[in-house]
Structure formats: C-alpha cells, structure tokens
C-alpha cells in the first residue's frame, strides 16, 4: 500500500488505485481504467501520468492512440510471467538531481556523443573510462547502479548470441583453439569481447537518458533538435 501525489510513480507500481478527493472516493480501479478518465484525475487536482500526457499529445496531434493506452497498467504483462520491473530500458524514474534538471537537448547530445565514442573506441583503457563514465553519471543522478545493471536481463542473450557469433566467425590472428570446424583466434575473442562491451555500454548509456528525462521532455527535447531540418524541407 503506498500514499503517493506522483501519478507516474502509482501508474508504475500500482496495480490497483483510488483516488480520493475531498475525502470521498472518485475513482476506484486498475490504472489503465482510472486514467482513463482523465477529467475526472484532474477535477481532483491531480495530473496524469507522464505516458498518459503522451498519450494525449499524440492524439491531439492526429495519431490513433486508443484511450487507455499509455497508462502503466502492467498486470497483463506480469500474468504473462514477465514483470515490468525487470525492464529498466525506457523507464523515468522523477527526480530532482542535477541531471534530471539538465536540459533534455543536451543530454540527447551526450548520449549521441556517447554512442560515438563507443563504436570509436577499440582499447580497455577507452572501455573502462567509459564505464567510469557511466557510473559517475549514475551518481550524479542518485540511481542505483545495481538497478541499471539488472536492465541487462532482457538483452542478456542478445549479447551472448553477438559474442559466440563474433567468437567463431572472426579471422585473424594466433589460433588458441581449434577441433574440427571449430576455430578460435585471438582476434576473435577480442572481437567478440569489445562488441559484448559496446553493447552493454549503449544500454546502460541509453538508460541514463531515458531514466532521468521524462517522455514529454525527451519528445520535446528531440522536436527542437529537429526544428532546424524543417528549413530545408524534413
């Protein structure tokens, strides 16, 4: 049982809510049926959840967002036995640290300069201080590391399939394995070993931007970026 202001917060962790107001009890129900009615949210002086205000601009703009949709009602997905929790990719988490506050444009640009640096680097002194990187940025957010690290569990086995995939098919190099068509190089096992490194990089790096920038402002932040494209005809 939680008291929470924070729609987005209940709209993640709840799978039952009652709104009252006033001291009577407006709306009673899963989230995707309370914030629905998004009037009667705000009659009660609260806001919708962020994914919902998405939601909403997106149908305000033309597209067909069904009502409902967007609202963090998970329980489907957790009676399929996959919970939500366990994927961090895309989540927001609110809060007030320096990179919350940080303008959306500029830590787009940081994750794009960052996606850079990880498909130009090609030693582990670049890797580590990236990863160092990484956890400072984490700090500076007040995000638990262990938390972004268990945002890995869905994609483990994509990683592992790219580093077998690069293991066996790389040339090159001193062979430090080889019994029947299976070959293994030292070329290989450092290509493989950097790709698993990139990887793992680009989704921690991408959950920094995605837990400390609400949808809204993300969306906003990459309208901007955009804006000047419309000049020459995008």
């Not at 995707?32 to 998405?54: K, N, Q, W």
């Not at 940081?110 to 090609?122: D, G, K, N, Q």
Request: glycine content about 8%; proline content about 5%; aromatic content about 8%.
């Amino acid at each position: 049982i939680m008291v929470s202001h924070s729609m987005t917060d209940v709209s993640r962790l709840c799978s039952r809510i009652l709104v009252l107001s006033h001291g009577s009890l407006v709306a009673d129900g899963t989230p995707r049926e309370v914030f629905s009615d998004t009037e009667a949210i705000r009659e009660a002086g609260l806001e919708l959840p962020e994914c919902a205000r998405l939601a909403e601009r997106l149908r305000e703009e033309g597209f067909p967002v069904p009502p409902g949709a967007f609202t963090g009602d998970s329980s489907g997905v957790r009676e399929g036995g996959l919970s939500m929790v366990n994927i961090t990719l895309g989540q927001y988490f609110p809060g007030t640290s320096p990179l919350h506050r940080l303008d959306p444009r500029a830590k787009i640009l940081l994750t794009i300069a960052l996606i850079t640096a990880v498909f130009l680097a090609s030693s582990i002194p670049a890797y580590a201080l990236m990863f160092l990187f990484i956890g400072a940025m984490a700090a500076l957010s007040r995000i638990d590391v262990k938390f972004m690290v268990k945002g890995l569990k869905p994609v483990f086995f994509v990683i592992l399939f790219t580093f077998v995939l690069n293991l066996f098919f790389t040339t090159g190099g001193s062979t430090l394995l080889s019994w029947k068509f299976i070959k293994i190089t030292d070329q290989g096992l450092k290509s493989a070993g950097f790709m698993a490194l990139r990887l793992v990089l680009l989704i921690l790096g991408t959950q920094l931007l995605t837990l400390t920038t609400s949808p809204i402002a993300l969306t906003d932040g990459i309208e901007s970026l955009l804006k000047p494209l419309s000049k020459i005809g995008f």
